[in-house]
């Protein structure tokens, strides 16, 4: 407030008592801000602001409630200094918002500390921007009178306003997540009060309507609160904590008044033991429970930025599923034309091969043959890590599919004197809506397995409804076995027993949990068992017809283009 009501026969008004209470409390919530965390810069410069705002509004309520007075001069050009000095304040408490990259530096700082000295000294010293007129006997409107500068001082206020303003701006634009909401809150605060009191305590009062004065000083007040309470929120503080140590502060005080005006001797030891009593027994719970919360605090803090890492972690999985599936794309291309081009030398379009030629190129087909089974692997692996993975339920009937299969791998399984059986329990009806391709590529990859884990004998694949109605398919061998160990691990990423490379070294360990991935988005089960080390293996796949799925879009030429090798590949 600029100017205010001394009147000189009452010495206290109601609104002097307001100004002179909102001067006190807003410097309360100055040092209950300050003493959270005093190493901060913020906090020592809202302690500071609160400090200008108790002097500006503590002169204020003096001038209003004393009589005539040597010190009313000293008064007045005080009241002016420290409302000048708030919003000057201000822009060096925007300024120490740790928030962004945006920092004044010494220059601009200098400069606002220079300027602001140089218009308190206009005030402390001269009569320019505002003097105490003596010669009138009653009314203080009369005796704060403007210089001829006085429109100097108009100009500095809204520069500082609007440089604090501005900077708070500039730190919101660069600042992020919650502390973004937290500049929101504390630049419409700041925003609001500034503008009011600029609005009551200068232009009303120029207007010649004094006596909303107090309400100035109370927005002032209202305003530290909430700037305060947003510090508090958004700094994790508890502010249940703080309100414990307050209402402890308070408890102390009575008791403390009580003690002082004690009766009697008695009177006072006993009042005197209890105070004692409550300081120190609130001093150490205050302390605990302090104690207790900056520890949750801290793992909550810790929690929070464990969530950011996993974020940017899923983000950079991502991107590395993204390179794997275009570096497999480009591999897998030239790898196309040299089994097309093997198999056309072993069918003798390019004339007959000897036998030691013929031998050769069977290996390279075979090795080609491997290598593109590990790199739809990895596709598809990217695939399922970068949630790209599609899917085209169709109604199929399985006893087909599994025919198909068994055909089309029976060659192979002879070659490497093995048998592979098929049988389906008749009569039932095996039509489920599934991804045709990806349940031939499961199917294929468990008989594949089978024939690469096993030396001798022979793999069955049955198939049969459960009594709940649901279809089972069995892959069974004669193979290595596993042992449970083993069992548990064979759906993760890269899982192999620790004999596979002996009898198949080209695996890659990714196939079982490409499968799973599969039959999880079938909401079907897949799973194995193994009596044991050499007493071979069997792998169940259960889907239920009952779950219905969605039927999805007609592939376009790209997909199907991108589906043909994957399951001629496994196959
Ligand atoms: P890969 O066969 O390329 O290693 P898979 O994911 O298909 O990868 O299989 C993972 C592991 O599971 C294999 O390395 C092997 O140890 C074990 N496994 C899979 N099928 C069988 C089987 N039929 N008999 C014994 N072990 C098997």
Redesign the pocket.
């Known amino acids: 407030m600029f100017f205010m009501h001394v009147n000189l026969f009452e010495t206290v008004t109601p609104a002097s008592l307001v100004t002179l209470g909102s001067g006190v409390l807003v410097l309360v919530v100055g040092i209950l801000i300050y003493v959270r965390d005093s190493s901060r810069k913020d906090t020592t410069m809202f302690l500071l602001i609160t400090a200008s705002a108790m002097v500006w509004s503590i002169t204020a309520g003096l001038l209003q409630s004393i009589s005539h007075s040597d010190i009313e001069e000293a008064l007045i050009r005080l009241l002016y200094i420290s409302g000048a000095s708030m919003p000057m304040m201000s822009i060096f408490f925007a300024d120490s918002l740790s928030v962004g990259k945006f920092r004044f530096n010494k220059l601009r700082s200098a400069g606002i500390i220079v300027l602001s000295l140089l218009m308190f000294s206009l005030i402390a010293f001269s009569d320019l921007i505002v003097w105490r007129r003596a010669d009138v006997s009653h009314g203080w409107e009369n005796e704060i009178a403007r210089g001829p500068l006085f429109f100097l001082f108009v100009l500095y206020l809204i520069v500082v306003f609007t440089a604090s303003l501005a900077t708070l701006w500039r730190k919101y634009r660069e600042a992020a997540g919650v502390f973004k909401i937290e500049l929101r809150y504390i630049m419409i605060a700041l925003a609001i009060a500034m503008f009011s009191i600029f609005i009551i305590n200068l232009t009303l009062q120029i207007m010649g309507y004094y006596d909303v004065a107090w309400i100035g000083h109370m927005v002032a007040f209202l305003t530290a609160t909430i700037i305060g309470y947003i510090m508090v929120k958004y700094n994790f503080w508890n502010i249940k904590l703080m309100a414990t140590e307050l209402f402890i502060v308070l408890i102390s005080l009575t008791l403390f008044t009580e003690v002082i005006f004690s009766r009697s001797v008695i009177d006072f030891v006993v009042k005197g033991t209890i105070l004692a009593l409550v300081v120190s027994s609130s001093f150490f719970l205050t302390r605990s429970v302090k104690r207790e919360t900056e520890s949750r605090q801290e793992v909550e803090k810790l929690a929070e930025e464990l969530h950011n890492v996993n974020i940017r972690l899923q983000e950079l999985n991502k991107k590395k599923s993204n390179f794997v599936e275009i570096a497999a794309h480009h591999l897998r291309d030239p790898l196309t034309a040299i089994r097309g081009y093997t198999s056309m030398l072993l069918e003798g379009s390019f004339g007959l091969l000897s036998a030691n030629a013929r031998g050769a190129v069977m290996k390279i087909s075979e090795s080609s043959k491997r290598l593109l ?2 790199i739809e ?1 990895f596709m598809d692996i990217s695939k399922i890590e970068s949630g790209k993975i599609e899917y085209r339920f169709e109604k199929a009937d399985l006893g087909n599919v599994l025919t198909d299969i068994i055909e089309e791998m029976k060659s192979s399984a002879e070659s490497s004197g093995l048998s592979l059986t098929l049988e389906i329990v008749p009569k039932e009806d095996y039509r489920i809506a599934v991804d045709i391709g990806k349940i031939r590529q499961v199917i294929s ?2 008989i ?7 030396l001798k004998g022979g ?1 069955k694949v049955r198939m049969y409804k459960t009594r709940k109605k649901k279809i089972l398919i069995i ?1 069974s ?1 004669t ?4 042992i449970q160990a ?1 069992i548990e ?3 993760k990423k ?8 002996k ?2 070294t ?10 799973k991935e599969i039959i999880r988005n079938h909401d079907g089960r897949i799973w ?1 068992e ?1 009596a044991g080390l050499g007493k ?4 169940y796949v259960e889907l239920d017809p009952g779950i219905m799925h969605q039927a999805t879009p007609v592939p376009t030429e790209e997909q199907s283009s991108e589906k043909g090798p994957t399951f001629s590949a496994t196959g």
Do not use: C
């Open positions: 089974v590990i692997e990859n468990l594949d397995n089978a024939l690469k884990y096993s793999i892959v061998d193979g290595i076995g596993m083993t691990k064979i759906f890269f899982s192999r027993a620790a004999n596979a490379s009898f198949h080209g695996g890659s360990g990714l196939g079982l949990y490409v499968a194995a193994s071979g293996s069997t792998f």
